[in-house]
């Protein structure tokens, strides 16, 4: 055969992959309304196994890669289950003739909870500096009145906080949160909120805006002295596979400070000895390697996000120094190590890390 003739049939092999994956959607929807009926978790994990061990083991039968195909099998079941969260969530229709208020629902994850609610069936209401005045939305959110089931404020942080203090002295009657990154800037207007007696709670997603598929995702809640609020914003949560932290106020701030301002400063500080090396990025990237390729990764995602939400989680957190003297303190020690050329010390100082994994489960 020509290798046209080569290609033309591997497209014909092509299409029909294409057909099958789209049969396999087709009866992924009707599974899912089976579960929905039935009352079964969306989830199945010794199902998945099953289909991804039947998966290799064909594929050792046929001679093809057995990691290929369990990966093609991962990234098929996560679609599928991202479908069936969805048509849940839509199902269950937990807004149904309520309304919902996003305040910075311009913004990136102020959109997806805009998604998210509209999904619900909730009437849902834009306020963000970035639209214009028009059906449900606003400009200014304090012309879009209070009168709502549900008011989440997602704008940045330092604003965020004024919010909440205006939003105590009008005293909405539904359910209000917030969903920032940090606490420490928002405790004053959650306390303001709570003692006018108000329906408060605080979120945190720990996703970003592209997350379709909640499931091994998590939303910490922070209850702000209103355990009823926290309890209803859950229940917005229960038709997703989202898994649900509770926690203080005072542990979030202190943690997340590891979590992601010393995660962010490693990566920042990375690309930042990149950048002022001298040395041009596509020679590096010829002679790359394994963690080399995993490190730029990382570091090039958090290049390209939001440098001022970055600074705000740096700048505003009052336990945000301890983690960043850590990171400079760990960065001399093997400095001075590599220098005087202790290998002992160098090995300790890896071994300690595979302690702490080790106790992590990892």
Request: net charge negative; charged share 25%; with cysteine.
């Amino acid at each position: 055969m020509t290798l046209e003739e080569l290609r033309n049939k591997l497209s014909a092999v092509d299409r029909r992959l294409v057909e099958l994956i789209a049969e396999r959607q087709r009866i992924v929807a009707d599974i899912g309304k089976s579960k929905q009926t039935t009352g079964r978790s969306t989830r199945d994990y010794a199902r998945e196994k099953d289909v991804l061990d039947m998966g290799r083991e064909q594929a050792q039968q046929l001679g093809v890669d057995p990691d290929v195909i369990e990966s093609l099998l991962q990234q098929l079941i996560k679609t599928s289950l991202a479908s069936q969260e969805r048509d849940r969530v839509i199902a269950e229709g937990k807004g149904d003739g309520r309304s919902a208020l996003v305040i910075g629902g311009g913004g990136k994850m102020g959109g997806w909870f805009v998604e998210f609610f509209a999904s619900q069936g909730f009437a849902t209401t834009i306020a963000d500096r970035s639209v214009e005045d028009g059906p449900g939305l606003f400009n200014n959110w304090t012309d879009a009145g209070v009168d709502y089931d549900v008011i989440v404020v997602a704008a940045p942080l330092a604003v965020s906080g004024r919010i909440l203090a205006q939003l105590a002295v009008l005293k909405p009657k539904g359910l209000v949160f917030d969903i920032g990154s940090l606490k420490t800037p928002l405790i004053d207007g959650l306390q303001e909120l709570r003692d006018a007696g108000c329906l408060v709670t605080s979120l945190h997603p720990m996703f970003g805006p592209d997350t379709r598929l909640l499931s091994g995702r998590h939303l910490i809640f922070c209850d702000v002295g209103a355990p009823e609020a926290t309890a209803a914003a859950k229940e917005l949560f229960e038709a997703t596979m989202v898994e649900q932290l509770d926690m203080s106020l005072e542990d979030h701030d202190r943690l997340i400070a590891y979590v992601l301002g010393l995660s962010h400063a490693l990566n920042i500080a990375f690309f930042t000895a990149l950048a002022e090396s001298g040395e041009a990025a596509p020679e590096l990237a010829k002679m790359s390697s394994t963690t080399f390729d995993s490190q730029l990764l990382v570091s090039e995602a958090v290049a390209r996000d939001n440098p001022h939400l970055y600074f705000e989680i740096q700048n505003l957190n009052k336990f945000g120094l301890g983690p960043l003297d850590a990171l400079c303190d760990a960065a001399r020690r093997i400095r001075q190590t590599v220098a005087d050329g202790n290998e002992a010390e160098f090995v300790e100082l890896m071994q300690k890390g595979r302690e702490y994994f080790a106790l992590r489960g990892d």
